[in-house]
């Protein structure tokens, strides 16, 4: 069974990255921020509470994976809110079974978030770490955002990405950070055509061994 973990921070390009990697090597897919999303959304559609820890770990353990849809979980209040629920170490420990679970599905998976190299799957079989610069992700949302129809301001998409890094790196339960064995790759400079190249370079070596 392979496990491949691709952590980085907010609009690196992990989900397109994840995605096209699970498509190549006919793996499972779980983009585990959905999983957070989901809970989220669940809380705020019952009008549940956002800071009780034992109602929102009580939803996390009845969360069903089989129906995560990004359309449905991309809206921007509702990844402030998991962002929320993502500090309380009750609801990561329910969601984090939940992603254990998945990733001994054969043949293998790919799990993208901030914690699976690190925390999720220590042992996987390949570890990536996805980034590039506030400014670039920032560009690259606002982009997306304009392309769909929105209406966007440069600043304050970047102001968001800095205050999701902020959030993700600064909690005290599995902050966003590299684990130790994980290839970097910035995607700065580099098209997804190019960051899906080098991601499957590192992985057909690692998988060779
Ligand atoms: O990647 P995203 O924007 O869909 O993630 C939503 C929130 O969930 C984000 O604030 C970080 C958090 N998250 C997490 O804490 N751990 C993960 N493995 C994935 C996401």
Redesign the pocket.
């Known amino acids: 069974m392979t496990t491949i973990a691709i952590?980085g921070p907010?609009a690196a390009g992990?989900?397109t990255l994840s995605r096209r990697i699970a498509e190549a090597y006919g793996y499972h897919h779980l983009?585990?921020?959905?999983?957070?999303?989901a809970t989220a959304k669940a809380l705020l559609d019952r009008g549940l509470p956002l800071d009780d820890e034992a109602i929102a770990a009580d939803v996390a353990r009845n969360l069903d994976l089989s129906g995560l849809d990004r359309a449905v979980?991309s809206a921007h209040g509702i990844?402030e809110a998991?962002?929320k629920i993502?500090v309380m170490p009750a609801v990561?420990r329910a969601l984090v079974e939940a992603?254990r679970e998945f990733a001994a599905r054969e043949p293998g998976t790919v799990l993208d978030?901030?914690?699976?190299g690190t925390v999720?799957c220590p042992d996987a079989t390949v570890k990536l770490y996805v980034t590039a610069s506030a400014d670039i992700r920032a560009r690259r949302r606002y982009d997306e955002i304009i392309a769909g129809g929105g209406t966007a301001d440069y600043d304050a998409v970047f102001e968001d990405v800095r205050r999701?890094d902020a959030?993700?790196m600064g909690?005290v339960d599995?902050p966003?950070r590299p684990a130790e064995n994980a290839h970097l790759l910035d995607t700065s400079e580099m098209s997804i055509e190019a960051a899906f190249s080098a991601a499957k370079s590192i992985i057909d070596a690692a998988l060779k061994h």
């Open positions: 952590d907010a992990k989900g983009d585990t921020g959905l999983t957070y999303r979980l990844g998991a962002s993502a990561r992603q978030g901030r914690d699976i999720v999701r959030r993700d909690r599995s966003l």
